[in-house]
C-alpha cells in the first residue's frame, strides 16, 4: 500500500521542513510514504475563494488516480484516537487498498467536487492550526501508527 500526503504549497518554514523529514526518513520503506506539493494557484489574489477553490480542485484532481482511496484532513471530519488511526490504517493494509491519498486543502477548504471524490473526512483536532503545521503532525502520526502496530514502545497510552 502507498499513502501520499497532498497539499497545497510548499513548507517554507526550516523548521517545520525538517521536523516533517526527520519523521518521514523514520519511516520504513514499506510504507511508501510520500509527500505531493500542489503549487500555490496563480493570481490567487485577484480570485474569490470559491474560484480558488475550483482551482486547487484541479490540481488535486490531477494528483489524484482514479482508484485512490481519498482522505480529506477536513475540520468537520471524524476524529480518531492515534490507536483507532493505526487500526484503519492497518484494515488497508490488510484490504490491499492500493493508495491512500490524505489531502490538505487551501486556506478556504475544498471544492464541492473535492468533497464528492472523497472517501471520508478525517479531522485531526478541532482546532485550527497551519497547513505546515498540519503536515508536521500528520506526518508524525503516520510514524506513531507504524510504531504502534510494530507494538514499539513510542505511543504511550
Known sequence: MRINLICIGKTDDREIA???????NRLPKHWNFSITEIPDVKNAKNLSPELIKKEEAKLFSQSLESADYVVLLDEKGKQFTSREFAAKIENWM????????????????????????????MSLSKMTFTHQMIR??????IYRADQILQGKPYHND
Open 18 to 24: 525538517g521536523l516533517i523529514s526527520y519523521y518521514q
Open 136 to 141: 508536521l503532525f500528520f506526518v508524525e502520526q
Open 94 to 121: 490488510n484490504a490491499s487498498t492500493k493508495r491512500v491519498s490524505f489531502l490538505i486543502g487551501g486556506a478556504y477548504g475544498f471544492a464541492d467536487e473535492i468533497y464528492e471524490r472523497a472517501n471520508e473526512k
